[in-house]
T-cell receptor, first 112, second 115 residues
Framework: EDQVTQSPEALRLQEGESSSLNCSYTVSGLRGLFWYRQDPGKGPEFLFTLYSAGEEKEKERLKATLTKKESFLHITAPKPEDSATYLCAVQAGETSGSRLTFGEGTQLTVNP | DGGITQSPKYLFRKEGQNVTLSCEQNLNHDAMYWYRQDPGQGLRLIYYSQIVNDFQKGDIAEGYSVSREKKESFPLTVTSAQKNPTAFYLC??????????????FGPGTRLTVL
């Protein structure tokens, strides 16, 4: 059974204080690991897809990295508008239209 | 403007009633999905469909039903058999990645409350 564990559950940062969110996973045949951002009352917004160990992707103040057991979402010099819940999910198998298994998310709050 | 629309945004249901949540996409995606999100929890898969006229149960399909008569539409019915239907419902769609993973894109969600 595929499993995704995110830590910490909640993180409070001061504006400009860099940090990282963790996503540990166990999956048989990783096809892809996904990061989403979710604002309260809204649908998740796609951020990154990673699918091979050592891969890194960046977008503005966010950088996602992947190893064989975990992924990190690094947030550099965050701003209050980065406050949201960040969701990690994995996709396994070789067929298209594969399902995602989600972690419970990390709720990030950035104070001005 | 391409995207996924869900309606209504808020839905109230009396106990014993069936209700249907709408999901439409104009992204020309083959696959569509329904997830349920409860407070403080991750998304859980209810049903998914990879092609028209075909769908599969996810992890929590009991008390729900779906249809996929058109590529663009994947409505979800929450039946009276669903014991605890109050939740935030999210629809997603994806298209096969070229030799890689399929990225799912989400709609804005429908919040269902049972009175």
């Amino acid at each position: 059974e595929d499993q995704v564990t995110q830590s910490p559950e909640a993180l409070r940062l001061q504006e400009g204080e860099s940090s990282s969110l963790n996503c540990s996973y166990t999956v048989s045949g990783l096809r892809g690991l996904f990061w989403y951002r979710q604002d309260p009352g809204k649908g998740p917004e796609f951020l990154f897809t990673l699918y091979s160990a050592g891969e890194e992707k960046e977008k503005e103040r966010l950088k996602a990295t992947l190893t064989k057991k975990e992924s990190f979402l690094h947030i550099t010099a965050p701003k209050p508008e980065d406050s949201a819940t960040y969701l990690c999910a994995v996709q396994a198998g070789e067929t298209s239209g594969s399902r995602l298994t989600f972690g419970e998310g990390t709720q990030l709050t950035v104070n001005p | 403007d391409g995207g996924i629309t869900q309606s209504p945004k808020y839905l109230f249901r009396k106990e014993g009633q069936n209700v249907t949540l709408s999901c439409e996409q104009n992204l020309n995606h083959d696959a569509m999905y329904w997830y349920r999100q409860d407070p403080g929890q991750g998304l859980r898969l209810i049903y998914y469909s990879q092609i028209v006229n075909d769908f599969q149960k996810g992890d929590i399909a009991e008390g729900y039903s779906v249809s996929r008569e058109k590529k663009e539409s994947f409505p979800l019915t929450v039946t009276s058999a669903q014991k605890n239907p109050t939740a935030f419902y999210l629809c997603a769609s994806s298209t096969p990645g070229l030799g890689g993973p399929d990225t799912q894109y989400f709609g804005p969600g429908t919040r269902l409350t049972v009175l």
